[in-house]
């Protein structure tokens, strides 16, 4: 029987809950792709850490390669994250014929044009459904399901942190100050919350999006975008006296005449409005099809096992073709 | 070059709806599927209708074999509605080596087993997206995306119909009778609402989502159902008192001793979960997967384009494995 072998690119938070939702699910997972499936190779530097799996020694690898031409090895996760190396190590992959599946938004985002290049060249799938949206089924959704379509406009609440910010100001009225702080501790925010806070990351997958809803594809760096860093406790409370909450939005349009409009900065968004009800840390994105209307998919944007979920996801979507 | 010939069963609203999703976007749709998408015979009696839409009278047929002893038809869609002929029809579809899509929850919920098996036995695709939450691209997101994930729960907003009266009532403080009257009047109701009322379409559509989710099929009838027809505008205040909003809902849980619990009825939410955003004829489903966590997917339930959008890109899918 055949046996879908998988290397796996960086075993830190995503890479570990990927694993995790493996080992967790491994029966459901091989009995719907008809075959057994396994991580038999992992490039990772720090062997030691706790991460709470048991992973055999001997799976770690120190170079790339040993990944790439290893023939038995069918499907490339790259979880490494950041734009450099991983970028190329996509290309790489995809080049010596391995299907890839990434998490990786910046890389994704920079490199659009590059990777499926690579990827239509080697003759292999690349999908990146946990690019954007964490476990939330949205780009699958947006090329498949509502692939009939001719969307207008999207809307999108793709970062958690700046959510859980923005949200904690809302409803218990402290400064951007004091609530960063606080979702630092509890893990909310990193150490250098800069990608999150000054919406680059927002950016990174508002390109995505752009580029699959509208065929359009634009570099992150040339979006415009402004962060929440200037968002005030008046701020909030003045939108809410009008019935508004503030929110970061990655944002894109259709014109009548064609063009394309987008940016991501902090809106005023009518308390009625679905995505005003995305609190905490949880992401949405909000869609607009000219056959089927308005769309909302909601769920958990990060964290290990939604990522883990959404990377599996796809793992099985390329497993089911080579069985 | 290859062109993928449809055969259409039924010219009714939601099948007026699909003609037109393919004639509005036919070039992206081609575009993408690469080949020319036609829908070439469709059953239907009544050709003199005025649908807004211009159908050469050539395309019209009186009997099903006219379709499905046709070699060069690909995929017929089943748009009839209802259990009977639909099923029997969709089952001779199936057996005569065409694909087919379908929005039909009362056909599929009732005859599951039965359909899957003449796909099956036929080798051919039996797809049924649109069939719960309409235009909502739920069903392939939970057996593609979600895929690696073990389901415990789902709780579906599934009917627009007792959604909107719902709503109305609470946001009016009107009865039920007065807001069913006016529902009807404005076309979101039907002349005879029993099948939307009494939770018979929410029961249809939550047999469909057990059997995706659990591997768990139940007949609609053995589902136990209480439509809406006995909330009071006193039990919405009441609920209302209490942060509460009172919601037909489809519930299935899968316990701990791995049975799974399942019904369909009025049931109250806390204004802080996001069902409780749901308003008007919108329906929504709520998941829940031991990976991902909570996700919601949001939309318009019914109605002839989103159901079209959900039909067609079944549709595309199937045309693209065949060019």
Redesign the interface.
């Given at each position: 029987m055949k046996e879908i072998k998988i290397g796996l690119l960086g075993l830190g938070n995503i890479g570990t809950?990927t694993y995790k939702?493996?080992e967790?699910?491994r029966d459901?997972?091989e009995g719907?792709v008809g075959a057994p499936v396994n991580i038999v190779r992992i490039l990772e530097k720090d062997i030691d850490r706790d991460r709470g799996i048991e992973v055999p020694r001997e799976k770690f690898v120190a170079k790339a390669e040993d990944i790439f031409e290893d023939p038995e090895i069918d499907i490339v996760i790259e979880l490494l994250g950041g734009v450099e190396p991983a970028a190329t190590l996509i290309e790489s992959a995809l080049r010596s014929g391995k299907h890839v599946v990434t998490a990786n938004k910046a890389a994704v985002a920079a490199n659009y044009h590059r990777l499926r290049k690579a990827a239509e060249e080697g003759g292999v799938q690349l999908r990146f459904?946990a690019s954007v949206g964490g476990?939330?089924?949205v780009l699958?959704?947006l090329t498949?399901?509502?692939?009939?379509?001719?969307f207008s406009r999207v809307l999108g609440i793709v970062n958690g942190t700046t959510n859980y910010i923005l949200d904690k100001m809302t409803t218990e009225g402290l400064s951007y100050d004091e609530v960063l702080k606080d979702a630092q501790a509890k893990g909310f925010a990193e150490a250098d919350p800069t990608a999150d806070v000054e919406g680059i990351d927002a950016a990174n997958k508002l390109s995505i999006l752009m580029a699959l809803m509208f065929d359009h594809y634009v570099h992150p760096k040339d979006i415009p975008t402004k962060g929440i860093t200037e968002v005030t406790a008046a701020d909030i409370e003045d939108a809410r006296s009008k019935n508004q909450l503030i929110k970061l939005i990655a944002y894109a349009e259709r014109m009548e005449d064609g063009s394309i409009k987008y940016e991501v900065r902090p809106m005023r968004i009518i308390d009625?409005h679905?995505l005003?009800?995305?609190?905490r840390e949880y992401n949405a994105v909000f869609v607009e099809?000219?056959?089927?209307?308005?769309?909302?998919?909601?769920?958990?944007g990060a964290?290990p096992?939604?990522t883990?979920?959404?990377v599996?996801?796809?793992?099985?979507?390329i497993a089911k073709t080579l069985v």
């Amino acid at each position: 029987m055949k046996e879908i072998k998988i290397g796996l690119l960086g075993l830190g938070n995503i890479g570990t809950g990927t694993y995790k939702t493996l080992e967790m699910n491994r029966d459901q997972i091989e009995g719907s792709v008809g075959a057994p499936v396994n991580i038999v190779r992992i490039l990772e530097k720090d062997i030691d850490r706790d991460r709470g799996i048991e992973v055999p020694r001997e799976k770690f690898v120190a170079k790339a390669e040993d990944i790439f031409e290893d023939p038995e090895i069918d499907i490339v996760i790259e979880l490494l994250g950041g734009v450099e190396p991983a970028a190329t190590l996509i290309e790489s992959a995809l080049r010596s014929g391995k299907h890839v599946v990434t998490a990786n938004k910046a890389a994704v985002a920079a490199n659009y044009h590059r990777l499926r290049k690579a990827a239509e060249e080697g003759g292999v799938q690349l999908r990146f459904e946990a690019s954007v949206g964490g476990g939330i089924p949205v780009l699958t959704a947006l090329t498949g399901c509502l692939q009939a379509n001719r969307f207008s406009r999207v809307l999108g609440i793709v970062n958690g942190t700046t959510n859980y910010i923005l949200d904690k100001m809302t409803t218990e009225g402290l400064s951007y100050d004091e609530v960063l702080k606080d979702a630092q501790a509890k893990g909310f925010a990193e150490a250098d919350p800069t990608a999150d806070v000054e919406g680059i990351d927002a950016a990174n997958k508002l390109s995505i999006l752009m580029a699959l809803m509208f065929d359009h594809y634009v570099h992150p760096k040339d979006i415009p975008t402004k962060g929440i860093t200037e968002v005030t406790a008046a701020d909030i409370e003045d939108a809410r006296s009008k019935n508004q909450l503030i929110k970061l939005i990655a944002y894109a349009e259709r014109m009548e005449d064609g063009s394309i409009k987008y940016e991501v900065r902090p809106m005023r968004i009518i308390d009625t409005h679905p995505l005003s009800g995305v609190h905490r840390e949880y992401n949405a994105v909000f869609v607009e099809g000219n056959a089927v209307g308005n769309l909302m998919f909601y769920g958990p944007g990060a964290g290990p096992l939604p990522t883990g979920s959404a990377v599996m996801g796809d793992v099985m979507e390329i497993a089911k073709t080579l069985v």
